[in-house]
């Protein structure tokens, strides 16, 4: 009786960490249409509201730990997994939010490659969640591989898409242009910046999963 209601239990909460992921992929799709003629304010809607699907999805999460003592994890190992995945589609949101909020024309490029990295990354996700709930450990190990080796990437893009951002505004380009000129070349590097670190943080939160996923494997796996 009890194996049969845990088996259950297992079954609500894979199926609504899956819907989690899938709507982080789809808001990270949205987020890289923008740099395709979407319209931003359209975009960020749409985010917005696959934002508030996944706080839905995270409270069904809570009360099904809070009604449940018997799983295939404890309630912690649970719980981390569900919060860090709500950052990665908080993230997301935060950068659409951002952009809205600058009036950004997406047309910088290093943005655009960490937009494409984390439409990559959440799909690793979509991938990894089942070979979770089945304690794959060889697949589940290759798939984290994979996410990691994508956060090194746009640590990379990160790190080169401030430079040139600051490269491409030196202080000799600078001093031939007027005071109202620079201000706006400043505030278009300071909003690229932002935007670009706050890109590579979402690639940090993908990566905090596969960390806790690979944790749990480990914990489990061996048990």
Known sequence: MFGGLRKDKDRQLFELLQKHV?????A????????HGES????????????????????DVRNLLDSTTFMQFDHEDNGMLVAQL????DGIDAVACRMV???SVPAQEDAEALVS???????????????????DRERAYELVREIRAYE???DRILESGIEKLHNKNSHTQLSSMSVVE???VILHVFEWEKIIELLEEVTDHVENIADVVERIMRKYSLA
Do not use: W
């Open 22 to 26: 899938s709507c982080s992929h789809d």
């Open 182 to 184: 620079v201000y706006i």
């Open 40 to 59: 931003l304010p359209k975009v960020a809607g749409i985010i917005k509201e696959l934002e508030h699907q996944c706080d839905a999805i995270v409270r």
């Open 152 to 154: 090194k990437k746009a």
């Open 28 to 35: 990270a799709n949205a987020l890289g249409s923008i740099f």
């Open 86 to 89: 709500d950052e990665v589609i």
């Open 101 to 103: 909020l600058y009036h």
């Open 117 to 135: 990295i984390i439409v990559e990354m959440t799909n690793i996700l979509l991938h990894l969640v089942p070979s979770l709930r089945k304690l």
